[in-house]
């Protein structure tokens, strides 16, 4: 399973942005996605993560202002992110717990991340 994030940049505090990640390969099922961050001198955190139920878990420090939200069709995970502070300045991360297809036709239970996204909030 591979993941394609995209959709950060530098923005104003107060200020939006939406974050995007898409997962490609031979995949049969997607059972959870989720955007973790790190900021520099940090360790990863996670943000939000959503169940192909539609359940989501939102961290307490950004509950209100950031909303997860999940195209199972699409197999793609979307981070809106509203009221963004400096202290939300890191590199985020999307996660997938799927179920795949090996080359040998093997099924194959992983948990994939994306490349990091750069969000850079500026006061």
């Known amino acids: 399973v591979q993941l394609q994030a995209s959709g950060g940049g530098l923005v104003l505090a107060g200020g939006s942005l939406r974050l995007s990640c898409v997962a490609s390969?031979?995949?049969?099922?997607?059972?959870?996605m989720g955007w973790y961050r790190q900021a520099p001198g940090k360790g990863r955190e996670l943000v939000a993560d959503i169940t192909s139920a539609g359940i989501t878990n939102v961290a307490d420090a950004v509950k209100g202002r950031f909303t997860i939200s999940m195209d199972s069709a699409k197999k793609s995970v979307y981070l809106q992110m509203d009221s963004l502070k400096p202290e939300d300045s890191a590199s985020y991360y999307c996660?997938?717990?799927?179920?795949?297809?090996?080359?040998?036709?093997?099924?194959?239970?992983?948990?994939?991340w994306g490349q990091g996204t750069l969000v850079t909030v500026s006061s």
């Open positions: 390969g031979r995949i049969i099922r997607i059972d959870d």
């Open positions: 996660n997938a717990n799927a179920l795949s297809f090996d080359s040998s036709q093997n099924y194959v239970a992983e948990r994939a």
